[in-house]
């Protein structure tokens, strides 16, 4: 049968598997090398190993070539990942101390944000993730009430998103506020850092696989322990960037409202009013 894979891609994931035997550092085929290995042109090879690079798995020194790179940030702050799986991918074992667990009577901004019916309930989770038995954020998490199985799972060591999918709710996509704050005497008690440290505070929504919002969720990071990579295009001039996630003024969304289903845009306009 024809092999329809893109070279390219055939070439990312040859370096891809290179990387994982290598340690940081180590220096990676070039382009030229690259190029008279597999057959194609320099342009070919040089989009393979900019996807890697994109990827935070090499990284390149002008003059020098390209290298493995020092694994850093836990993910892209265009994916998500689940928590426990970007610490094994670290070496670390990830672990929670359960805060809150339980069902309680949903707010009105989650009531919103969730698109529930009034006088709803919803599955509260509240959780210090923890790398090596070292805190690294304070995950305070809501569900809708029909998932107060959830309750049953291991919130300990194992994964709220496997739990989630398990019921049923396959998390897909979503959308995240990023913000900077600095730590409260509650936040300073729980990540063992002093009061005024700098947090970095994501706000996300997540669909599950039908497009109906599944989870709301707020983690406050100690920022010295974890951070986002950012992927970027350069805005071409006035009027280029219409329906682009940042607007002048430094707000930024995770995806732009067409890309969310109308009912949950609905929900998403209205809170960001209040």
């Known amino acids: 049968m024809a092999d329809f894979t893109p070279h390219y891609h055939r070439i990312e994931q040859e370096l891809r598997a290179l990387v994982a035997r290598s340690a940081p550092h180590d220096p990676l085929p070039s382009e030229p090398e690259l190029a008279r290995e597999h057959g194609v042109s320099r342009m070919t090879a040089r989009a393979a190993v900019t996807n890697l690079v994109a990827a935070g798995l090499a990284y390149r020194s002008p003059g020098r070539g390209t290298f493995v790179a020092v694994p850093s940030a836990p993910r892209r702050a265009d994916n998500l990942v689940r928590f426990s799986d970007e610490m094994r991918r670290q070496g670390r074992t990830p672990s929670s101390r359960v805060l809150v667990a339980a069902v309680r009577a949903a707010s009105a901004a989650e009531t919103a944000r969730l698109v529930l019916p009034t006088g709803a309930d919803v599955v509260a989770v509240e959780r210090v993730r ?3 038995g070292t805190p690294v954020a304070v995950e305070r998490a809501v569900f809708p009430g029909a998932l107060a199985a959830l309750l049953s799972a291991d919130l300990v060591a194992g994964s709220l998103h496997a739990a989630v999918t ?6 897909t996509r979503g959308t995240a506020t990023l913000t900077a704050a600095a730590a409260t005497r509650a936040d300073a008690r729980l990540l063992d ?3 005024g440290a700098p947090l970095l505070v994501e706000r996300r ?9 599944l989870e709301l969720t707020e983690s406050r990071y100690a920022g010295d322990r974890y951070h986002l990579d950012v992927a970027f295009g350069v805005d071409a001039g006035a009027g280029a960037g219409a329906g682009a996630g940042c607007r002048d003024g430094g707000s930024c969304s995770g995806a732009p409202l067409g890309q969310i289903p109308d009912h ?9 009013r209040s």
Not at 166 to 171: I, S, T
Not at 264 to 272: E, M, Q
Request: net charge negative; aromatic share 0%; charged share 25%.
């Open 166 to 171: 398990a019921l049923g709710h396959v998390p």
């Open 205 to 213: 929504l997540i669909l599950d696989d039908r497009d109906v919002p």
């Open 264 to 272: 949950v845009a609905g929900s998403l306009r209205a809170s960001s």
């Open 130 to 132: 923890l790398a090596d």
């Open 193 to 195: 850092v002093r009061a």
